[in-house]
């Protein structure tokens, strides 16, 4: 199976960082992006890279990536994680939200809910999902275009706020880096080996 790791947004996309500038999301995302396709490199996983740009590449740019790669190598072998931060307000100030989501596409498939399920289990096991509701299953659906117009699997993380002081700080952090990373990478090992298994 071929993982493709998106990353979100870009250098030169408006806003995207934490109100005092310490974090951009397209930087952290692309870091994250990386660490997580080479541990599941480490772990015999198939994991690219679908936006090696620092650019903002278009969401229909991205999207007919994935699709050539499912076109390639069959939607059912294919799955897409992107990686993003949240924020609750667009205003350059702090906010107190915090914690993990996952997002699936309003119409998403077997596949899309089982690996949304497995990651919000996995930020639940690290105490991650913070202060917001939770729904029942672990996960959101959304009209995301990344999620609703690619082939294959796909969902989409929001990690942590960018506008909440202490996220952050986390996000920030080695270990708020290493943890989010092993979040991913055991939620998706774990999908992998279901799918390989059946």
Known sequence: MIILIDNGHGVDTPGKRSPDGRLREYAWAREIAQRIA???????????????????????????????????EGTRNVCLVSIHNNAAGADGHWHDARGFAVYIALNGGQGSRRLAALLAEEAAARDLLGNRYVPPRGYWTADFAICRDTKCAAVLTENLFQDNVEDVAYLLSEAGKAELTALHVAAITKYVRQCEAE
């Not at 015999?44 to 790669?69: F, Y």
């Open 38 to 72: 080479i541990a599941l490199q480490r772990e015999g996983i198939d994991a690219r890279l679908l936006v090696p740009e620092t650019t903002d590449i278009p969401l229909s740019v991205r999207v007919r990536r994935a699709n050539a790669v499912c076109a390639a």
